[in-house]
């Protein structure tokens, strides 16, 4: 089993906030968590996909199927 396996639900729904571009703050006030909280969810999901920044980490989960590609509303 490798890292993407073991992502929890909470760290799927940072990712997929991640993935459209917003900041830890923001992503702290979408799920109604602290920002600390955030920051650690985002340090478990590098180390978990193996990635060196939260770019990369994003990438990994949309190659993977992990996350789907964000909508755009126009």
Known sequence: MDGRDRLTGRE??????????LSDKLIAKELAIARGTVSNHIGDILGKL????????????????????PQRHD
Do not use: K, M, T, Y
Not at 13 to 21: I, K, S, Y
Not at 50 to 69: F, Y
């Open 12 to 21: 799927i729904e940072v990712l997929q906030f991640a993935a459209r571009g």
């Open 50 to 69: 193996q990635a060196s920044n939260r770019a990369e980490a994003v990438a990994i989960a949309l190659r993977d199927g992990v996350i789907l590609p």
